[in-house]
């Protein structure tokens, strides 16, 4: 099955494979939440995915994907809405991006994007 059991709201391209981020656990039969990959036959998980309500924006920059929205943890590490792949394990970027920072409830990361490296 092609199928994702949730909702898409990130698409990106990084080394010839289709990245897809959103609010879901799995891509067909594969257990990968919040973000999978598409290598053009079949979904590929990427690590023990993320946990959090959503990814709800991905890019590449400095050959990392990075991976943001309303995210907690990637590998038992606290990564405060945003990660970056290194392409065998997601690690925190910085200190990520902090609730703190908005009188919102539950604030995400909507969009990113890479300006002039």
Excluded: H
């Amino acid at each position: 099955s092609y199928d994702l059991d949730g909702f898409v709201y990130a698409l990106s391209s990084y080394n010839n494979n289709l990245f897809v981020g959103g609010n879901f656990y799995e891509g067909g039969n594969v257990f990968s939440p919040k973000i999978i990959c598409w290598d053009g036959n079949e979904w590929q998980p990427l690590g023990m995915g993320l946990s959090g309500d959503s990814v709800r924006s991905i890019v590449v920059y400095n050959n990392q994907l990075i991976a943001a929205g309303l995210i907690y943890e990637a590998n038992g590490v606290d990564v405060n809405n945003i990660a970056r792949w290194d392409g065998n394990r997601w690690q925190p970027l910085g200190k990520g991006i902090s609730e703190s920072y908005s009188d919102f409830d539950n604030p995400y990361v909507a969009a990113l994007t890479v300006y002039d490296n």
